[in-house]
């Protein structure tokens, strides 16, 4: 067998229908007293209803966040954190609520719990990035990496057909290039051929049934092992 290097990144996730009940025991468990909650502007319905979950133990929502984390919206959410004087951070959303709870983290250490709604798989990785003056700027760094995952596919039902479709090939792809990344191993290739057949498995049922919970299900999981495969094998001589 082939000599190889695998290093898995810490993280804990429940995953189910019905996961998001676990939500404020799993707050509990980060030791956590005033949840930040983050959303974009479109999803604070559901941010509120999180906060109406969490009871006490949240801190106040802030449904800002808007795609590629331009730098004065990560200032602003950094400053209202610190207003608030909260100790966790809930990400409910895709790659831009996740991406501002990144920014927070890294400014401030703080632990984040993330609730994901699309396939996006940025919850499971430790790579952040910021838009200033038109420009991205990307990096790694442990401390953005969640500490939780909640993944609950009733929160995916209302996703559009075609951005469930794109999403899901772009999870496919992180997938496929990691089965020949230069820092590939076996463990890592296991998952990524887990998580494209999880794809393969559920994108044809969405196209027949958008709302189908098991199709739902199986896009979740694969999105969840492409992410993962993406946090542990991608290049990092390619993030700058």
């Given amino acids: 067998m082939q000599?190889?290097?695998?290093e898995a990144l810490p993280g804990r996730v429940v995953f189910g229908a019905g996961a998001l009940d676990q939500l404020p025991r799993e707050?509990?468990?980060?030791g956590a007293q005033r949840a930040f909650v983050l959303s974009t502007p479109g999803q604070a319905e559901l941010a509120n209803k999180l906060c109406l979950q969490l009871g006490d133990r949240c801190a106040g929502v802030h449904a800002h966040a808007v795609m590629h984390v331009p730098v004065e919206v990560a200032r602003k959410a950094i400053?209202?954190?610190?207003?608030?004087?909260v100790d966790c951070v809930v990400a409910v959303g895709g790659g831009s609520t996740i991406g501002l709870a990144k920014a927070i983290a890294l400014q401030s250490a703080l632990?984040?719990?993330a609730v994901p709604t699309t396939y996006a798989g940025s919850e499971m990785t430790s790579i952040y990035g910021f838009t200033e003056a038109g420009l991205k700027r990307t990096g790694r760094d442990l401390r953005v990496l969640p500490k939780t995952v909640?993944?609950?596919?009733?929160?995916?039902?209302?996703?559009?057909?075609?951005?469930?479709?794109?999403?899901?090939?772009?999870?496919?792809?992180?997938?496929?290039e990691a089965l020949y990344a230069e820092n590939a191993n076996p463990v890592t290739s296991l998952m990524a051929e887990e998580g494209i057949r999880a794809f393969a498995?559920?994108?044809p049922g969405l196209k027949a049934n958008l709302h189908d919970?098991?199709?739902?299900?199986h896009c979740l999981y694969g999105a969840w092992l492409?992410?993962?495969?993406?946090?542990?094998?991608?290049?990092?001589?390619?993030?700058?």
């Fill in 3 to 6: 000599s190889f290097i695998f």
């Fill in 27 to 30: 707050i509990e468990k980060l």
């Fill in 79 to 85: 400053a209202e954190a610190g207003r608030l004087g």
């Fill in 111 to 113: 632990p984040i719990l």
């Fill in 150 to 176: 909640i993944y609950d596919p009733h929160l995916t039902l209302d996703l559009p057909l075609a951005i469930s479709i794109t999403s899901g090939f772009n999870a496919i792809a992180h997938a496929a």
């Fill in 201 to 203: 498995q559920g994108l």
């Fill in 213 to 217: 919970l098991d199709s739902r299900s």
């Fill in 226 to 240: 492409c992410g993962a495969v993406l946090g542990t094998s991608e290049d990092r001589k390619s993030v700058v």
